[in-house]
């Protein structure tokens, strides 16, 4: 809990104590304890939970939704293969949890999935969505003997990959499954796959949550690298929500500080980011140990933390800050100005708002120009207020005047900057104030 977002305390809870004393844990194993009304699962594991608020949600009771992987482990652990199934939940404090009566469906595919479980709910078309592991993900008709991890460890999860075969794409990927009501969900479809050409040998796709920015899509995926055995952050883009790229050229959007740090070898983000002011916060997980840090005595690796996990293997929460709509930018040097011309937009808005900044003795002008490229009269370069601040939403404006004409009509905007940096634009109603959304 926090009042600030920063300053974290853990509340003592009863729903399950420890050498008697309360803790946070609010559903899961609890090393000694018993099943209880708001506890079911103490003797299991609750793996890779997602949890959604629900809006419109059919009574008190319903307002938090769960969906996770129960795992009773076996002796020898996954290598051996553990007892899990998926299991969903509901609850009016996001604390005390009940078991969902009915088991969840997942279109042809069954009542299985794989774990990671990353939720949101779609406002526009009233959905729960959640991004995850299809329960079939690893099947792929590989001949037995082609793998010579097999013969080492009999049995593991490292099966061999061959690129160009999609009919053999065994490797981690991001599906995804929509439900109206938390038990009945579509069949999962593939929405991030590695790529034999993009993406490095080791590269599997993990966790990944996505939010929307206007006509846009954008979601935070974990990327594992299996030889470093670490996980960095890669922003992914979209126009449908649906088909993803990599955005950034691919490169980390969040990475792991190293050596010393408390994030040294895995960060991942699989909630959506909260707008602060000026700022997207998003808040991330993090460990000083490598992936699969259990795994270090089978195959010989000789780490700290593979010895003693009770010293040396620690996880947290971090917090990291983006300036709102900050992903990419148009920047003009002081050395040459900046000159851009959007392609024709249509809009019913009457204002033009920017996110831009501007160093210091930088500057932005802007121009209206038509569907002919023609300058709107009233609205050019020479006739614009010069901006030199910096503003998450400046209303544009034209020797005082902020009214656009044509409204409903195609239009242009025509930007010059110097030494400064234009995030986004966007039309707006007429009576809008900076600082709030177009």
Not at 95 to 106: E, G, K, Y
Not at 158 to 179: E, G
Not at 194 to 204: I, T, Y
């Amino acid at each position: 809990e926090s009042d600030d977002g920063i300053h974290f305390r853990k509340p003592e809870l009863d729903i399950c104590p420890f050498n008697g004393k309360g803790t946070n844990i609010v559903m899961g194993f609890a090393r000694g304890g018993k099943a209880t009304e708001w506890n079911p699962w103490a003797e299991y594991g609750v793996h890779s939970n997602g949890i959604v608020f629900d809006p419109y949600a059919s009574g008190p009771g319903q307002r938090y939704r769960t969906i996770f992987s129960k795992v009773r482990f076996v002796p020898g652990g996954a290598a051996q293969g553990n007892i899990r199934q998926t299991c969903t939940a509901h609850s009016a404090d996001g604390i005390h949890w009940t078991p969902d009566p009915d088991a969840p469906v997942f279109g042809t595919g069954g009542g299985e999935l794989d774990d990671v479980s990353c939720l949101h709910y779609d406002e526009g078309a009233r959905q729960f969505v959640q991004n995850t592991r299809h329960g079939r993900m690893y099947s792929a008709a590989i001949p037995l003997g082609n793998n010579p991890w097999e013969f080492r460890f009999p049995n593991h999860w490292f099966n061999p990959y061959c690129p160009d075969r999609p009919d053999l794409m065994n490797k981690r990927r991001v599906f995804q499954t929509r439900s109206h009501d938390f038990r009945h969900w579509s069949d999962p479809l593939p929405v991030s796959v590695p790529d034999d050409e993009f993406d490095n040998l080791d590269e599997a796709h993990y966790g990944m949550q996505q939010f929307r920015v206007g006509q846009y899509y954008f979601a935070t995926l974990g990327l594992l690298r299996f030889v470093d055995n670490e996980m960095d952050v890669r922003l992914l883009l979209s126009r449908d929500g649906l088909s993803f790229r990599a955005a950034d050229r691919g490169r980390p959007f969040l990475a792991p500080q190293g050596t010393g740090h408390w994030d040294a070898h895995l960060v991942s983000i699989t909630s959506q980011p909260i707008e602060m002011g000026d700022d997207w916060w998003f808040y991330h997980g993090g460990a000083n140990v490598h992936h699969d840090w259990w795994m270090g005595p089978p195959e010989g690796i000789d780490e700290p933390e593979a010895h003693d996990a009770t010293r040396d293997v620690r996880f947290g929460l971090g917090l990291a800050k983006l300036r709102r709509e900050g992903f990419a930018s148009l920047d003009g040097s002081r050395q040459r100005d900046g000159y851009v011309v959007t392609r024709p937009l249509l809009s019913g808005g009457t204002r033009l708002v920017i996110n831009a900044r501007c160093r210091p003795g930088g500057w932005i002008r802007t121009a209206v120009r038509d569907l002919r490229n023609e300058p709107m009269e009233g609205h050019t370069l020479e006739e614009s207020d010069v901006f030199t601040g910096d503003s998450i939403r400046h209303t544009v404006t034209w020797r005082g005047d902020a009214a656009i004409p044509d409204a409903g009509r195609w239009r242009k905007i025509h930007l010059e900057l110097r030494d400064a940096e234009v995030f986004s634009l966007c039309f707006a109603a007429a009576g809008g104030q900076d600082g709030k959304p177009c």
